[in-house]
């Protein structure tokens, strides 16, 4: 319905320092809800009630799953003596893009808009805050920016999401079509009641459906971030000539003067597609003298940061304490297990290894003669993108303003099953479903009312 | 040989054509002080019902509310007149509540008619508009048949289905007005030549049956409510009809065999055959529009309604065609029930013209003529309460105009007749329009028994509700309060006369005292069971008093969201974009929005947000332009 069309009073936000790794990102509110919103993110003093221009330390939650994201210093800039003339909330946290980022889907989640090109500047003109020649460089802004986010914002939408949150749509406008010819309609007795109960069942599916790809904007966050790997091993097992290996394969990326720039870029490797985030390089590269002390706790910590483990083993020597330590620490990480130096003659006893390991976990190698490691490759994109195959769909939300949506619409089909459960009638009910109904139709681009009076007039044979 | 003209009387106001809207416009033009001509072709048909004999229903009926809160007359007119009364939705929640009459046509049109002769300041004359006078694209008058020319400060148009009406049944076709009367074939020439842009529209009637040959004993009988109801806020549940003194309508259904009637004489329908030209309505289909669209049902309703209480002529609600004369006698013989009914009229349908409403502001004057306003039918719309809520609005402001006041516009916020304004003069509409629930964003706002709350305040203000009925709305508005606040400040302690209560509703026992308003947000408990644990209120409690009181705390978390649109969308409302705007000197306007801009001319950036087709950016731009316009000036 019209009122998604209303976005001038809108709450926004958007992150306001320019990308990369400052050293302090700032994450920008502005809009009459703004105290609001940052509050219910905050842990701290209730920001709706500090004194204007005020410099607040707290964290900032999530309020859905209690985590905790970064440690923040909160600015509250009450109206009207701000930058747009509305009250304004600056986030100032650590830097590093997915903190910033983390922070910023928090409040498009909890009812903020992602900003437009330019609006904070823009609403600082429309309350008189800004003089003419500025004015004109927002409008050339909206201007130049228009057609390009509009084609980013189409090249974002995949065909396959699009066409998943229009089937969920066209679910929802089942549904809704059904309430209102119950409304509309009170004496036709063709159609079927749409009763709680069915409202419910409505409800709940649609939630799961909206849930599951939240799940994939995990995923996206994969793809953008990297996938954290550790290679871990017990000493002169081959990690380091493994990690050389894999770290050569992208010689974009790889200095050949290890050591040096190792933290900054070393860390990046892309197999066949794959981002792998390396934790714990350094690590890897000790000297063996070391490791004997920290060997296993520093593996465990590797360990606990990983989303996929590389775990190297001797096949040319039988299992030792270590190694079993190390299996059983990994047993319910998605995991690779090498046996390398397969050039060498096998004293490994294989039973007592395929009792603990999964035979697709299982890979012979040697990193020395550059043998398997194509195998190796390939077993990480495919344990990768055959994953997100597996889980259904290879539908994946990676755009902050879609998974801001997403879960706002959840929010409402909450609404909807609270609603039910109080016992509302059936068309106060039917509000939250069409705003999440709404809400979908934001990130498709589509939210015009007449669908729903089409869907009402082609389905059921209305009239005098 | 042309007919000599002559000079007639000078008028404040002039509305043409006495049907549903411009009875309303009529009157609230008169009642504002305005010395009113309401000339229309036919002193008989003076709101006249030539479709069912019925006002209200789902948001038709919140229409007749807002009406008679604004000082209308449909209201208290089907309170005097009605001969059946049923309330809607009752299993719903309160916002979609709604109230429906069954009227007794002839009582209802002399009933208006009377009202309309006894106030002092209107004239009740028959005659037939052909022309408008108009100069510098002002409206100064109109031109009867007869020669007559009426000055007027502010005219209405409220032409109905007579603007070039052609009535068709099978291969019959005529130029006629509603229900054979004579048509007003000049005036929409002349509006053409003035610049407008006309559309033609269909709407159609089913068969008459003489109801001593109904076998009633084959149909359902739906009778009236006992529980007292009425449209209008002054009636008193005291005049109500005893229920049995009100009368039923009669349940039937077509068949296999009316269906094979209809689909065997397909060819000679006019609806198939490109005869009928106009739109007709998706919510008003022809039965065979019905049996052609939805092939697979076996059966559609049909309601066999009274057209009056001095009558046996029965209106066959549903069967609306315009198929010929001896198929409907076949078709209406194919129905149980039905088998010997005598056809005392055939269903037909009826083409008019009507002015494509993007023609208009949201105050219904034209934007080629000033002080002309038009209403009803003539703007795409169906219904007679539709028609009713613009003839009201355009009397208003009609009146207004010649009194040189403000205009007064209704926001989607603020009535069901101002989400039909917006939507037509915004929207337009390619179908004739028909107000549903699900056109309005907040109809948790917009309910039918809070219409009073919501709007007698303006109409007080603009002087058609008078000081007496505003000191009692006022009153009730501070019983509201009182009682409200009573609730909050009481305190029901877990006794065992209250868990009882609970554990009889299979509700969990009370632990802790609770507050009696939120006692009463529990679905188990309505207001009538919350007074029997708290002491009796001083005064006695009108029942509209609590009807509000427990719809306001029931349901108070909705309403509070609705409320939250609403002011954000007020917000908006209140950037007014300047009437000389020249959207071609506007750089940056995609070229659809820019055309679009340019033909509905929206008045607010809220408005303007709601046309179809523009975009955030083109409302970005267009905010900061009218802006900087602001800054240039200085």
Request: glycine share 8%.
């Amino acid at each position: 319905m019209a009122a998604s069309t209303i976005t001038e009073y809108d709450t926004i936000a958007a992150i306001s320092t320019p990308p990369g790794e400052g050293a302090i990102s700032i994450v920008r509110l502005s809009g009459d809800e703004a105290l609001q919103i940052a509050k219910n993110v905050f842990s701290g003093k209730d920001l709706t009630k500090v004194k204007s221009h005020t410099i607040n330390y707290g964290h900032i939650i999530n309020p859905r799953t209690k985590q905790e994201i970064d440690e923040v210093m909160v600015s509250v800039m009450k109206a009207p003596k701000t930058f747009t003339r509305e009250d304004v909330v600056e986030i100032n946290c650590h830097g590093g893009i997915v903190a910033t980022n983390e922070i910023l889907q928090l409040l498009l989640s909890n009812g903020a808009r992602l900003a437009e090109p330019g609006e904070f500047t823009k609403r600082a003109f429309l309350h008189g805050r800004i003089d003419l020649s500025q004015a004109e460089a927002v409008m050339d802004l909206i201007r130049a920016k228009t057609d390009k986010s509009m084609k980013v914002a189409l090249n974002q939408l995949d065909g396959n999401l699009s066409h998943l949150i229009r089937n969920l749509r066209q679910d929802i406008l089942d549904v809704l079509a059904q309430v209102e010819v119950n409304i509309d309609y009170p004496e036709y007795d063709d159609v079927e009641e749409m009763t709680t109960k069915l409202l419910k069942e409505k409800a709940q599916d649609t939630k799961k459906r909206i849930k599951q790809l939240l799940q994939t904007a995990k995923q996206g966050k994969v793809l953008r971030e990297g996938l954290a790997t550790a290679i871990i091993g017990k000493p002169n097992v081959g990690k380091s000539s493994l990690l050389n290996h894999l770290l050569h394969e992208d010689k974009a990326i790889v200095t050949d003067v290890a050591g040096t720039t190792r933290d900054v870029i070393e860390e990046y490797v892309n197999v066949r597609g794959v981002p792998l985030k390396l934790v714990d390089t350094a690590g890897i590269r000790e000297t063996s003298d070391k490791v004997e002390k920290i060997g296993v706790e520093r593996s465990k910590k590797a360990i606990e940061q990983a989303d996929l483990v590389m775990l190297v083993l001797n096949q040319s020597e039988p299992l030792t304490a270590e190694d079993q330590q190390l299996i059983k620490l990994t047993e319910n990480k998605k995991r690779i297990v090498l046996l390398n130096k397969v050039d060498l003659p096998s004293k490994i006893d294989f039973t007592q290894l395929t009792e603990k390991i999964g035979k697709d976990e299982l890979l012979s190698v040697s990193v020395l003669k550059n043998e398997g490691i194509d195998k190796l490759e390939e077993k990480i994109a495919k344990l990768f993108f055959g994953g997100i195959e597996n889980s259904q769909t290879t539908i994946m939300v990676t755009n902050a303003r879609h998974i801001g949506l997403l879960n706002q619409a959840k929010d409402s089909l909450d609404a909807v099953l609270s609603g039910i459960e109080a016992n509302m009638p059936v068309d106060l009910i039917q509000i939250d479903m069409t705003n999440c109904w709404d809400l979908l139709g934001e990130i498709t681009g589509d939210s015009y009312q007449d669908e729903l009076l089409t869907q009402l007039f082609s389905q059921f044979c209305l009239g005098k | 040989m042309d007919v000599k003209q002559y000079a007639g009387k000078d008028y404040d106001v002039i509305v043409v054509g006495a049907g549903h809207a411009g009875c309303e416009a009529a009157l609230a033009a008169a009642r504002m002080g305005n010395e009113t001509l309401l000339v229309t072709i036919n002193l008989e048909m003076v709101a006249f019902m030539p479709c069912n004999p019925s006002i209200g229903g789902p948001a038709k009926g919140i229409v007749v509310r807002e009406l008679d809160a604004l000082g209308g007359e449909m209201g208290r007119n089907i309170d005097k007149t009605y001969v059946q009364m049923r309330m809607l939705n009752t299993g719903k929640g309160p916002a979609v509540r709604a109230l429906r009459a069954q009227a007794d046509k002839r009582a209802y049109s002399i009933e208006m008619k009377h009202t309309l002769e006894k106030e002092p300041n209107l004239t009740l004359r028959q005659g037939i508009v052909d022309d408008l006078i108009v100069e510098d694209g002002v409206v100064k008058g109109v031109i009867t048949n007869t020669g007559a020319r009426y000055g007027a400060k502010s005219v209405v148009l409220t032409t109905g289905t007579a603007a070039r009406g052609k009535i068709i049944i099978g291969e019959l076709m005529y130029s006629s007005g509603p229900n054979n009367t004579q048509p007003s074939m000049k005036l929409s020439g002349n509006l053409e030549k003035l610049g407008f842009e006309l559309k033609r529209f269909k709407t159609g009637t089913p068969p008459r049956v003489d109801g001593n040959t109904i076998e009633y004993n084959a149909t359902e009988e739906q009778p009236g409510d006992k529980e007292p109801n009425h449209f209008s806020f002054e009636t008193s549940d005291d005049d109500y009809l005893d229920a049995k003194d009100q009368l039923s309508c009669w349940l039937t259904y077509t068949n296999e065999k009316t269906h094979e009637l209809i689909r065997a004489n397909l060819d000679r329908a006019p609806m198939f055959s490109g005869v009928i030209e106009g739109v007709g309505p998706r919510y008003c289909p022809s039965i065979e529009d019905k049996i052609v669209r939805f092939a697979d049902k076996p059966r559609h309703q049909l309601f066999i309604e009274p057209e009056g209480r001095n009558t046996d002529e029965f209106y066959v609600q549903g069967l609306s065609t315009s198929m010929p004369e001896e198929i409907q006698q076949q078709m209406v013989h194919s129905i149980k029930g039905l088998e010997h009914a005598e056809m005392m009229r055939p269903g037909y349908a009826i083409e008019y013209d009507i002015v494509s409403p993007y023609q208009l502001r949201p105050t219904l004057e034209t934007k080629l003529v000033s002080g002309l306003y038009t209403a009803g039918q003539t703007n795409g719309t169906s219904g007679y309460e539709e028609a009713a809520g613009q003839g009201m609005l355009a009397g208003i402001n009609a009146g207004r105009h010649a009194l040189g006041k403000e205009e007064v516009v209704l926001k989607r916020s603020d009535a069901y007749i101002g989400v039909m304004v917006d939507d037509l003069v915004t929207k337009g509409t390619n179908e004739p329009y028909r107000l549903l629930t699900s056109r309005a964003e907040y109809r948790l706002i917009l309910r039918h028994d809070n219409a009073d709350m919501r709007l007698t305040e303006l109409g007080h203000e603009i002087g058609l509700i008078s000081d007496e009925r505003y000191t009692k709305f006022e009153a009730k508005k501070a019983a509201i309060e009182a009682e409200k606040k009573r609730l909050e400040s009481y305190r029901i302690k877990p006794n065992d006369q209250v868990n009882e209560f609970l554990a009889e509703k299979g509700a969990a026992p009370l632990k802790d005292g609770v507050l009696a308003s939120d006692f009463l947000r529990r679905p188990e408990v309505t207001y009538a069971k919350l007074t029997r644990f708290i002491p009796e209120a001083t005064e006695k409690i009108d029942n509209r008093v609590i009807e509000q009181v427990e719809i306001q705390i029931k349901y108070e978390g909705y309403i509070k969201k609705a409320n939250q649109k609403v002011e954000k969308l007020k917000k908006m409302e209140a950037k007014k974009i300047p009437d000389r705007i020249d959207y071609s000197a506007i750089e940056g306007i995609a070229t659809e929005a820019r055309q679009k801009f340019e033909k509905i001319r929206p008045e607010t950036l809220a408005q303007a947000s709601r046309i179809s087709g523009v975009n955030p950016a083109d409302i970005s731009i267009l905010a900061i332009y009218i802006e900087q316009g602001k800054i240039a000036k200085i």
